[in-house]
């Protein structure tokens, strides 16, 4: 009798040792695929902005490159938030600091050759031609930026600390911001 009473709590517990660990494995399943949503890498940036039309937008010649032009004017348009045609002093200073531009290499009111307290596509385009933001993000050095340089030109810049990955804040912040990514 004792052991027939010992067999079924062995079985009991090993049911319920069954029970919890299938439990436990369908857990660590939900767990990777969240996992996989959580990291904020350069290729995940890519993937989001490749299907954003603003590369193709700003390709004026329809040659699937940027030329320095298209570069700049690209640039422009994005630190350009509210979508006036003109880049204003807080515009300015919020993509300065998220782009992590040195301010006196973009310095607003050197740039604002007309005093108007806006940047127009031209004086933008002063300051990213100084600065060889082009050249900097052409990584092959053939004067022309595929949309995959590009991207990873822009992922770097705003990968604040330089580990190669965003915080989920910094990656919806600067992906609302700047490039309509809807997270």
């Known amino acids: 009798m004792k052991t027939n009473n010992k067999m079924k709590m062995w079985r009991r517990m090993g049911t319920m040792l ?3 660990s299938v439990l436990g494995l369908s857990a660590c399943q939900d767990d990777d695929e969240l996992d996989e949503f959580e990291v904020y890498d350069q290729e995940r940036f890519y993937t989001d902005y490749s299907a954003t039309t603003m590369f193709v937008d700003s ?3 329809g ?6 032009d298209e570069f700049n004017q690209n640039a422009f348009n994005t630190w350009d938030t509210n979508n006036d045609g003109m880049i204003d002093q807080n515009e300015a200073n919020m993509a300065g600091t998220d782009f992590r ?3 006196s290499s973009m310095d607003f009111n050197t740039l604002d050759a007309n005093a108007d307290n806006n ?6 385009s002063t300051g990213y031609r100084t600065n060889n933001f082009y050249g900097t993000s052409d990584a092959n050095a053939d004067m022309r930026l595929s949309q995959r340089e590009l991207s990873d030109g822009i992922f770097t810049q705003l990968d604040q600390d330089g580990n190669g990955t965003m915080t989920e804040t910094e990656y919806n912040t600067f992906g609302t911001r700047y490039f309509g990514f809807q997270q």
């Open 59 to 61: 390709d004026a010649d």
């Open 63 to 68: 040659d699937n490159y940027y030329n320095e």
């Open 119 to 124: 940047l127009d596509i031209d004086e933008f």
């Open 101 to 103: 531009v040195n301010a």
């Open 18 to 20: 069954c029970f919890v």
